[in-house]
């Protein structure tokens, strides 16, 4: 049945082509409309463990189509509507990896471009007592871009992005002293969606952008029988587990970027990023067996709940000319997280996180020429951070706390030749109320990097210097 349904669907794409290609290069010359494919079938035979064949090759055997390529030019009438298509597929009809694109395109006026990618995995342990693990599972991502040119100064766009992972797979879990094997469905796809504009004028650049994301995952797992366990000497023992942790999640995510040259000597640089995800969670936790010392038990729990996260991400950056080789340079940062959430049911919680931070930068740049640039100043950053939690039994705790960095920075451009460039960098700084006693309180890095590249050869190297002070006054220098 798979075998008849592969070869149709080859069939028909074949034949769509050719209807294409007679279509399309009807009154074309030869270089306007070209295209190759390679179409055959495949005979595997094996030999031996098969789960391993699977693991490192899992090729089956039927018919493919290995390649095909496509590109037309478009003459005449047909330029009105578009300039060039090319369609590229690989291994379409059953392998690991399959592979399609097309790109569409009008210049000055728009392009589209789709992308399909579909993957398989498969592994299962062999050993007799191993990890008890198995996965089998095919993974399909798809993925468009479409850009319209409202005018010389300003662009639309739309993105979209499609994932789904299906398959099966087995999950080992500790229960009474006894390790069991469990059935785990995996069934999860996320849709992704983004409009934005894009405007760009002599002095002024500006994008604002839409996304929305879609998520869901079934997320269970069973025993599909009367189970001894790994080990059958101990007592325990299960007559049925089930686990069902299905959730889903939306969220919305708005940005806006600016780039702004008003001044011949003012240069701003902002972003702006907010966004907002919702969550929902359903749970079934049910088990019926005996325990290592031959005690029955069963048990079973459910409910539901619910979260709630809002992100907020500001970020301002200012260069103000001096001189045509000194300026003054600065940045402001605040990020804010803020989550609430609650379970109801067996295990009723709710609780809330709130993370504030506020960033500030300030310093000189100087450019002695085109191939030299040196830069340096002071950094300040201070977190507060709020949580809390509340349980079923009404007891609630709130936590605070706020932590401070303080320090300066410097780094250097040096290019030394057109093909070798010097970079290094520096940065000291101080912590107040860290979280934990083996904390660093004081930092220094200091990275160099040197690069030398040329038509033939491209070379990094990368050289870091770090110490770190703890609270005890004992030090710990790395290099690499």
């Not at 037309?72 to 694109?101: Q, V």
């Not at 342990?125 to 010389?152: N, T, V, Y």
């Not at 932590?403 to 290094?424: E, I």
Request: aromatic share 14%.
């Amino acid at each position: 049945m798979k075998l008849n349904k592969t070869l149709t669907s080859i069939c028909v794409l074949v034949m769509v082509i050719f209807v294409m290609s007679a279509f399309l290069s009807a009154g074309e010359k030869e270089d306007d409309f070209y295209g190759y494919f390679t179409l055959g079938y495949r005979f595997v035979s094996t030999d031996g463990v098969e789960t391993r064949y699977k693991e490192d090759i899992n090729l089956d055997s039927g018919p493919r189509l290995f390649n095909l390529n496509l590109h037309y030019k478009a003459t005449g009438s047909a330029k009105k509507i578009i300039d060039r298509l090319d369609l590229d597929i690989y291994n379409f009809g059953g392998d690991p990896y399959e592979t399609m694109g097309l790109s569409i395109v009008k210049y000055g006026k728009f392009k589209f471009d789709y992308k399909r990618r579909k993957s398989t995995y498969f592994y299962q342990d062999i050993q007799d007592s191993g990890d008890m693990h198995h996965f089998d599972f095919e993974r399909i991502m798809d993925s468009g871009a479409f850009k319209i040119r409202l005018c010389s100064a300003a662009k639309f766009y739309l993105n979209f992005d499609l994932y789904t992972k299906k398959g099966s797979s087995t999950q080992s879990f500790d229960i009474s002293r006894d390790e069991f094997e469990f059935d785990k469905p995996i069934d999860e796809m996320s849709k992704t969606v983004a409009v934005g504009l894009d405007v760009k004028v002599k002095k002024f650049a500006f994008v604002l952008e839409e996304k929305i994301q879609d998520y869901e995952n079934t997320n269970s797992m069973f025993l599909p029988g009367f189970s001894l366990g790994e080990d059958p000497d101990p007592a325990a023992s299960l007559n049925y587990f089930f686990l069902n942790q299905p959730y889903d999640f939306k969220s919305y995510t708005t940005t806006a970027k600016i780039k702004a040259n008003p001044f011949a000597f003012l240069l701003i640089q902002g972003a702006a990023q907010i966004s907002k995800q919702d969550t929902n969670l359903n749970y079934t936790d049910s088990a019926s067996g005996a325990s290592y010392l031959g005690d029955d038990f069963a048990y079973m729990y459910q409910g539901s709940g619910s979260f709630e996260r809002n992100i907020k991400l500001y970020d301002l950056d200012l260069t103000l000319l001096l001189s045509n080789k000194l300026a003054v340079v600065g940045a402001v940062r605040y990020k804010s997280f803020v989550q609430d959430g609650e379970l109801t049911g067996d295990a009723a919680a709710a609780s809330r996180w709130k993370f504030d931070t506020l960033g500030l930068e300030g310093g000189l740049q100087f450019q002695a020429s085109s191939n030299f640039a040196l830069t340096f100043g002071l950094r300040s950053e201070e977190r507060d951070i709020e949580r809390g939690m509340e349980e079923a039994a009404g007891e609630e705790g709130v936590e605070g706390e706020t932590t401070k960095r303080r320090g300066f920075f410097g780094n250097m451009l040096w290019k030394l030749s057109k093909n070798f460039k010097l970079t290094a960098d520096y940065q000291y700084g101080t912590y107040q109320d860290v979280f934990t006693l083996t904390s660093p309180t004081q930092f220094k890095p200091f990275p160099l990097n040197r690069a030398f590249e040329s038509q033939r050869v491209l070379c990094h190297r990368h050289l870091s210097l770090k110490q770190e002070r703890k609270r005890h006054l004992r030090r710990n220098v790395g290099s690499q």
